[in-house]
């Protein structure tokens, strides 16, 4: 199951034709890299890019998770990307513009041939009309699905919508997502913040993304990573409190009660059930941050 204590606070894209990024965020405290054969990626470019980043996984990025998101299997160079990193041991194959269960089912086929390891898992970019509507079906389709990405710029164009900062024309976007991620236990990430200029505006964009329920933001540039793994980490205090709701909650078990007051909040089992995935996610950071650090002290 996806929606684990992997931390996917800031998952960051670049361009699959881009080198110079490919080894760079290698240097990156990122939780997590899409490396991209899509949209950032011109026609021309395509097949060098694919060569690239099946080396790139290749070479590994240490705990960071890696997913890759190809082209459409309708397009000139689906099939040749999924079948370059299928077998590559990366986290994830993130696939654009999902719009049926179907799609899914046959990325699942294509990649059991292709000899795809077991954890590699299919990711969904949630970004259409149509495919956020039958987000529900999507999420249900495959038991290989790892998670879902918003695209929220394809989503704009496609809704003749703004592109507001914080998104209020595509709310029930999120929402739909949101509550199909969340029913079949996938992880889900927010979509990009375009103004690199607006780190106030960033920031709050990153906490909107928190405060909805997404797991962590997809990025466009490295300056913005800090600030995304700042807010979307379970803070100091919060994890303390759920540290300590944990224990009296087993101390009140203990005694035959169900239900605890600490500090005159009732606590009952389902604070607990949060308390208990938010410490796993901050330990899970510390372990990512210290992997990190040795790295780069190597
Ligand atoms: C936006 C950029 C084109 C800017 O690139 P650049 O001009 O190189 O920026 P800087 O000079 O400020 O870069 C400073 C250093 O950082 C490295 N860098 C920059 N961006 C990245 C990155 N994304 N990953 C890794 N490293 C990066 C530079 O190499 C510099 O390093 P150094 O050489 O040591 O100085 C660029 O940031 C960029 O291409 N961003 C990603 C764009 C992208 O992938 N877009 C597609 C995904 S978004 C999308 O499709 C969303 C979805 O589908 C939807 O519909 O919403
Ligand atoms: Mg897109």
Not at 90 to 106: F, H, M, N, W, Y
Not at 220 to 247: C, D, L, M, Q, Y
């Amino acid at each position: 199951m996806a929606a684990t204590a992997r931390p996917r606070r800031s998952v960051l894209y670049m361009p699959g034709s881009n080198s110079r990024a490919l080894e760079k965020a290698r240097t990156l405290a990122a939780d997590g890299l899409i490396l991209d054969l899509e949209d950032a990626v011109a026609p021309d470019a395509k097949a060098e890019a694919r060569a690239n980043v099946a080396a790139a996984v290749d070479q590994g990025y240490g705990r960071r998770e890696v997913l890759v998101r190809i082209n459409g299997l309708n397009t000139p160079w689906g099939y040749a990307d999924l079948e370059a990193v299928a077998a590559s041991g990366c986290d994830g194959i993130l696939l654009p513009k999902v719009e049926s269960a179907d799609t899914v089912r046959q990325v699942e086929t294509l990649m059991a041939a292709m000899g795809a390891p077991e954890p590699t898992r299919i990711w969904c970019m949630m970004e259409t009309p149509l495919g956020i509507l039958r987000a529900e079906e999507i999420a249900g389709a495959s038991a290989r699905l790892g998670g879902f990405v918003m695209g929220t710029s394809d989503l704009a164009k496609d809704l003749h919508c703004h592109h507001t900062p914080l998104r209020l024309p595509m709310i029930t976007g999120l929402g739909l997502c949101l509550l199909a991620a969340r029913a079949h236990g996938l992880a889900i990430l927010d979509g990009v913040f375009l103004d690199l200029s607006d780190a106030d505006g960033f920031a709050a964009a990153c906490q909107q993304g928190l405060e909805l329920g997404f797991d962590g933001k997809t990025l466009i540039h490295p300056k913005t990573i800090a600030a995304a793994n700042e807010v979307f980490a379970p803070g100091e205090a919060e994890v303390t409190w759920s540290r300590r709701i944990i224990e009296a909650h087993a101390e009140a078990e203990k005694a035959g009660q169900g239900v605890v007051v600490v500090d005159g909040k009732l606590v009952e089992n389902l604070h607990v059930v949060n308390a208990r995935r938010l410490v796993a996610l901050a330990e899970a950071i510390a372990v990512l941050e210290a992997d990190m650090l040795a790295a780069e002290s190597a």
